[in-house]
């Protein structure tokens, strides 16, 4: 089946330190990969996506993050949090042949000052 | 750019009413929107794919009688929850689908929150 797994739930990180968010896919032919935002009782904002172009994909807001497809993965890092980064963050993946998307479980960011 | 707008972003109604959720495509045209569900603190999960002109397509396990989808036109969907219960209670969200294929680009809206008494 078609999955994508956000290996932690919960990630808390001091402000001024990186991030990382972990993300794995189960294998297709070139999918397409996206990082999404969620802030509380909001809509969802599109951080950056990977459609076969260049693995390292630089988004909005400092983020970037690299397909790997070795690994299946698609990491989303930067290099210095900021509190106003505290959010839930999506893995979500475009299987080939499907235009909705699949969504992984999410991962909660929590920045300290 | 784009931009998808639902309407209304937060309702309450009571048991075994029905309410209805609008999402526009406020400057492109959607043949395909989405609508999706999201229970607290958990991940979305896709309800039904509405296709303008024709019948929605759900996921296995959504009651298409409980969850009526109409897509009249290119820039309209609506989802209406029928004789709502309390455990329909929940953050609805769509997206609608900028271009044509498996290719054409996803906006979202800001989501509907639902509360069913």
């Known amino acids: 089946a078609q999955s994508v797994t956000q290996l932690d739930s919960h990630v808390s990180v001091s402000e001024g330190t990186p991030v990382l968010l972990r993300c794995n896919y189960s294998s297709s032919y070139s999918p397409s990969l996206f990082w999404y935002v969620q802030h509380p009782n909001k809509g969802l904002q599109l951080l950056l996506k990977y459609t076969s172009a260049a693995t390292l994909v630089k988004g909005i807001n400092g983020f970037e993050a690299e397909f790997k497809k070795s690994e299946t993965s698609f990491h989303l890092t930067k290099p210095s949090a900021h509190m106003s980064d505290a959010a839930e963050y999506f893995c979500?993946?475009?299987?080939?042949?499907?235009?909705?998307?699949?969504f992984g479980s999410g991962t909660r960011l929590q920045v300290q000052p | 750019g784009a931009v998808v707008s639902q309407h209304p972003s937060r309702v309450i109604c009571k048991s075994g009413t029905s309410v209805k959720i609008e999402c526009r495509s406020l400057?492109?045209?959607?043949?395909?929107m989405f609508w999706y569900r999201q229970f607290p603190k958990k991940s979305l999960m896709l309800m039904a794919t509405s296709n303008e002109g024709s019948k929605a397509t759900y996921e296995q396990g959504v009651e298409k009688d409980k969850f009526l989808i109409n897509h009249a036109s290119l820039t309209l969907s609506t989802l209406t929850v029928t004789s709502a219960h309390p455990e329909d209670s929940s953050f609805y969200i769509c997206?609608?689908?900028?271009?044509?294929?498996?290719?054409?680009?996803?906006?979202f809206g800001e989501g509907s929150r639902l509360t069913v008494l």
């Open positions: 979500v993946v475009r299987y080939t042949g499907r235009r909705a998307l699949t």
């Open positions: 400057d492109f045209q959607a043949t395909t």
């Open positions: 997206s609608a689908s900028r271009g044509g294929g498996n290719t054409g680009e996803l906006f």
